[in-house]
């Protein structure tokens, strides 16, 4: 249905047919509806929401798929007004429902970033224990594995590196790793225990 001129005085359709008319692309019978229907559309959407801005998104939103979506507008179930608020309150409780996954999300990512609370003083005193630990126990190890540890894990060179440093071969330097740190752990664990 084509909607008269404004200038014609003939019988005002019904939501309905202005639904119907929309579905055919007239776009002055969607401008109609939406005049007419509007303000209750934003009340409905307006008391879901609270929030003014978000409330005029939805409401656009529910006016834009409602003027996609005409065709599917079926008056055997319903008069245009229920279909348009009932999409309109899904619209807003959806909205409601993002905001709040979006806002837990946000909440849970926050917690899981926050730094533990750490007690900095304590921390300090049992690294400084735990250092002096394995410097006594670095005492018990011969001179050649005391060197392979230093020249790897305190000064920070490759196997091949440190090897090349001590004048050793680069299997020796692997087996004196190995069994310093074998004989390392003997030394710090009886402590430990």
Do not use: N
Request: aromatic letters at 4%; a positive charge; glycine letters at 6%.
């Amino acid at each position: 249905m084509t909607l008269a001129p404004a200038t014609h005085a003939g019988p005002t359709p019904s939501d309905d047919d202005l639904v119907a008319a929309s579905a055919r692309g007239d776009q002055r019978a969607f401008a109609e509806f939406y005049d007419r229907t509007a303000p209750r559309v934003h009340g409905l959407v307006r008391r879901v929401l609270v929030d003014p801005a978000q409330s005029e998104e939805v409401v656009q939103e529910v006016f834009l798929a409602v003027w996609q979506e005409a065709s599917r507008f079926d008056p055997a179930r319903g008069t245009a007004l229920s279909w348009l608020l009932v999409r309109a309150r899904r619209r807003a409780i959806d909205r409601v429902r993002s905001s709040q996954a979006s806002r837990e999300r946000d909440l849970a990512a926050g917690v899981r970033d926050l730094d533990a609370v750490r007690d900095d003083v304590a921390e300090t005193a049992a690294i400084r224990i735990e250092h002096a630990r394995v410097s006594r126990a670095l005492e018990g190890l011969s001179a050649v594995q005391r060197q392979a540890l230093e020249l790897t894990y305190w000064g920070g060179l490759t196997q091949s590196e440190a090897a090349s440093r001590a004048g050793v071969p680069l299997g020796t330097m692997k087996t004196r790793l190995r069994d310093g740190l074998i004989a390392l752990r003997r030394l710090v664990e009886p402590a430990v225990a």
